[in-house]
């Protein structure tokens, strides 16, 4: 836009020889073209940076949470068809961590580490720290540090699910349909609070949002 006006002040009429080629008034009006673009630049850059980052930034996020989803599923698909011999409810003498669980904790574990959500080179391995049963059938293995940060991966698999607690509520009376749901949760650190600040001093956001899915079937064996 500033180009296309210098050329056309050069091309009006009524300019002599000697204006066109930088009398006073003529680089006067260049500088107020050349200033006007300049600060045309200052306000759209912080701007463009916001878009640019927000675009970035909350693709990652989107993208982080379809990935646990489908380590979900896989990890319910593989716990629904493990045996139930091993699982017993808190009353009892069952193992801190069933040997039927373990298949589905490393699952879990290697596709977040094959899609990028966890990052490469991390020191963390399944199955983690491990509690349960608790209340029902359920198991919590809380895997740390996968990242600088330290951030834990989190693994719930219950697999005494019954409709009305891990889904839909049955209709009135047996049977009831029995099935195992994986729950995932893994931190996603968000860049946008760097940039906000451009355009609103002072604002800010959460800077991790912890991104949780789940998945259930019903159990096979």
Known sequence: MARSRILHLRKRPGFSQSERSGTPRTVSLLREVQGAALLEFAITLPL????????????????????????????????????????????????????????????????????????????????????????????????????STGDSLVITINRGCVCGSCGPVCASGPPYSVGTMVTIQYPYHWRFNSVIQLLVPGASYAATTQVTESAMVHNQM
């Open 48 to 147: 463009l940076v916001v878009f640019v980052v927000g675009i970035y930034d909350f693709s990652g996020a989107f993208n982080q949470k379809q990935k646990i989803e489908q380590a979900a599923q896989e990890g319910a698909i593989i716990a629904g068809a493990q045996p139930m011999g091993d699982i017993a409810p808190s009353s009892s003498s069952a193992p801190t961590s069933p040997d039927s669980l373990l298949p589905v904790v490393t699952a879990v574990f290697n596709s977040l580490a094959t899609s990028g959500v966890l990052p490469s080179g991390t020191t963390c391995t399944p199955p983690g720290a491990v509690s349960g049963p608790g209340t029902g059938l359920a198991w919590t293995y809380t895997i740390s540090p996968c990242s």
